[in-house]
């Protein structure tokens, strides 16, 4: 029975977990923390498992991980929604709708009254939209406890608020095979790696009821609204080339509440709960990777779809740690080759 030391108890490194805990090896998982929470990405995400929308700007390659990704997330976790995805502009950025509609796949047209049906609290506010009837949505602050404990039972072991310095990263592990999904932090070994920073809102509103996420396209920041329970809202999310993670900035959270009270006004008297910013770990082409360097696998650059990427991506390095060698073709150009001998 192999055994696997993980670095990194977000989602990425619990994905990973998962998978390697299903084939019967001894897994350990090394956390900074006390475990996922608001230290990470994963906390701050919006839990939108959307790969059509996301098509809009991201490779074909993340809408394939995304479809695949859905089926894991399905059978982890009961705030699992497939309820889908509504994608709505005001009368000025229609042509903006258009062209979200011309760059995805799988959605159809709905006019004022089939936006009624979907969400009868947007009754009257828009003419037209787009329905995307097989995305889904979680809270990630139920999906990461439950995974945890579901790891637990699996006999996946975890040390928490271990900080492992570079001098010790650099020491080869115990164990035999090391995984890094450090996220950012692990920039000291990943040259390329940046952060792409996101800020969001956490609102509550007894007067505003939503089935499922809602975007809504906007000039600069494309709003996406997603509903959790007890008349919570999530409501996301900057994309700033900046690795600051101290806190948001005055115009991004102006623009959010902006766009919120564009949806629809009665969220301009709605709680603001939490102010979230996080950086997100990302590659020159914003796509994850998979790279292998002597006795330690790295896997990073999830980008804006830790989510939605992460446990397909997770899977395939399983198989390459194991040597199953099952990953199809295309999927070759995102693993990268052996780099023991420097740095990327």
């Known amino acids: ?3 696997i030391e993980i670095i990194g108890s977000g989602i990425t490194g619990l994905s990973c977990a998962a998978f ?10 090394i956390s900074s923390s006390n475990g996922p929470d608001e230290s990470c990405c994963s906390w701050w995400a919006g839990g939108m498992l959307a790969p059509w929308c996301e098509m809009e700007s991201a490779e074909p390659l993340i ?15 009961s705030s699992y ?10 009368p000025r950025d229609l042509p903006d709708l258009k062209r979200f509609g011309r760059r995805t796949e799988n959605w159809r047209q709905v006019k004022e009254d089939q936006i009624t049906a979907l969400e009868p609290d947007l009754a009257g506010r828009f003419t037209t939209g787009l329905y995307y009837p097989e995305e889904a949505h979680f809270d990630p602050r139920q999906v990461l406890p439950e995974l945890v404990s579901y790891l637990e039972s699996k006999g996946v072991k975890f040390q928490t608020n271990i900080s492992l310095s570079n001098q010790e990263l650099n020491v080869p592990s115990k164990a ?4 890094d999904c450090r996220g950012l932090a692990a920039q000291d070994h990943l040259n390329e790696l940046r952060g792409v920073k996101g800020e969001m809102l956490l609102i509550k509103s007894n007067e505003v009821k939503l089935s499922r996420p809602v975007r809504l396209l906007h000039p600069r920041i494309p709003l996406y609204i ?4 007890n008349g919570l809202f999530m409501v996301g999310a900057t994309m700033i080339e900046n690795e600051n993670r101290s806190g948001a900035t005055v115009r991004s959270v102006l ?3 902006s766009a919120a009270y564009a949806l629809h006004p009665a969220l301009g008297e709605a709680e603001i709960i939490e102010i979230g910013v996080d950086a997100r770990p990302a590659f020159p082409d914003n796509l994850p990777r998979i790279l292998h360097k002597g006795k330690t696998t ?8 830790g989510y939605l990427a992460a446990p397909a991506m997770a899977k395939r390095l399983v198989e390459q740690v194991l040597g199953e060698n099952t990953a199809p073709d295309h999927f070759e150009q995102f693993c990268e080759p052996d780099l023991s001998t420097g740095n990327m």
């Not at 790295?298 to 779809?305: I, P, V």
Request: with cysteine; charged share 30%; proline share 4%.
């Open 81 to 90: 929604q497939k309820k889908g995805t509504l994608v709505v502009a005001t």
């Open 20 to 29: 390697f805990a299903e084939r019967n090896c001894d897994v350990t998982v």
């Open 1 to 3: 029975m192999p055994s």
């Open 255 to 257: 623009e959010l509440l």
């Open 226 to 229: 997603v509903p959790r329970d």
């Open 63 to 77: 809408g394939e991980l995304g479809l695949e990704t859905m089926k894991f997330w399905e059978k982890f976790t």
């Open 298 to 305: 790295y896997l990073n650059g999830m980008y804006r779809h």
């Open 176 to 179: 035999d095979h090391r995984i």
